[in-house]
């Protein structure tokens, strides 16, 4: 059974305000010996989404991350990749 294990390794964010503009994301997959793994980022613009640096969890970057990609693609991709 593959199980994957999404973080958030780095967030930019402008100084001036707090906002953060990029989250850098990994997503690994792991089945038995076996894994996958992809690294990428989503940006956003300035203010949007709209809750400062200091007020945020790992749990809320994920969601808006999960709002800015395919999700289960992209778990199916890396279970396919452990099946190769």
């Not at 503009?21 to 990994?26: F, G, K, R, V």
């Given at each position: 059974m593959t199980t994957v294990n999404w973080t958030i390794s780095q967030l930019d964010r402008e100084i001036s305000?707090?906002?953060v503009?990029?989250?850098?994301?990994?997503a690994t997959a792991v089945d038995?010996?076996?894994?996958?793994s992809i690294y990428n980022t989503c940006s956003w613009s300035e203010g949007t989404p709209a809750i400062p640096y200091e007020n945020l969890t790992e749990a809320t970057v994920l969601a808006w991350v999960w709002e800015s990609v395919d999700k289960a693609a992209i778990e199916s991709a890396l279970a396919a990749q452990i099946a190769l």
């Open positions: 305000n707090g906002f503009t990029t989250a850098h994301w990994q038995g010996e076996y894994s996958a």
